[in-house]
T-cell receptor, first 111, second 117 residues
């Protein structure tokens, strides 16, 4: 994940909003993804955004993309204990099988 | 069915053993992947099969041998592994091709946790 960077840890109070940030370097990225990994489990796609979009909202999740700054963020509204997990940002280029993952942000939700 | 199924969930093996990890999907995906993941780290790509042919090998040691018997199955044969190979091995699948509906999303299995003694 040297091309995709994320902060490693985030602690948030239950009911507050969480914001996880990610920066990427490849301007030819086609899709950008947020994956969630709970302890002992595989990766689950939370949401994705196409590179020609600025924002995507899906229930409690809001993704913002700033192509100029190559910055991606994921906002989780009303964070719950079940949101505690590692969140990976990833980028891909169309027709390339390789995803570049960030290092992952460990989100801890406290009561 | 949007699942990728991996077996076994846990595997403990000695350095002289031969074992296999198995992966199955029935979503009609023609690309299948093996990733290795160490604790608290992102997944690292090992192999990609596209239309049952090996298209990417990320310089993986030969003690790992992938096999794609058909479009739904992917195996990873393990032989003479080292303790540092202990990790979570994730299988994934995806659509292939330039179809605008193809978002490139990887569907991951729950993984096989391998311990090499």
């Amino acid at each position: 994940g040297e091309d995709v960077e994320q902060s490693l840890f985030l602690s948030v109070r239950e009911g507050d909003s969480s914001v996880i940030n990610c920066t990427y370097t490849d301007s030819s990225s086609t899709y950008l993804y947020w994956y969630k990994q709970e302890p002992g489990a595989g990766l689950q796609l939370l949401t994705y955004i196409f590179s020609n979009m600025d924002m995507k909202q899906d229930q409690r999740l809001t993704v913002l993309l700033n192509k100029k700054d190559k910055h991606l963020s994921l906002r989780i509204a009303d964070t719950q204990t079940g949101d505690s997990a590692i969140y990976f940002c990833a980028e891909s280029i169309r027709n390339d099988y390789k995803l570049s993952f960030g290092a992952g942000t460990t989100v801890t939700v406290r009561a | 069915d949007t699942e990728v199924t991996q077996t076994p969930k846990h595997l403990v093996m000695g350095m002289t053993n031969k074992k296999s990890l198995k992966c199955e999907q029935h979503m009609g995906h023609r690309a299948m992947y093996w990733y290795k993941q160490k604790a608290k780290k992102p997944p690292e790509l090992m192999f990609v099969y596209s239309y049952e042919k090996l298209s990417i090998n990320e310089s993986v040691p030969s003690r790992f041998s992938p096999e794609c018997p058909n479009s739904s199955l992917l195996n990873l044969h393990l032989h003479a592994l080292q303790p540092e190979d202990s990790a979570l091995y994730l299988c994934a699948s995806s659509q292939v091709g330039a179809d605008p509906a193809n978002t490139g999303e990887l569907f991951f299995g729950e993984g096989s946790r391998l311990t090499v003694l």
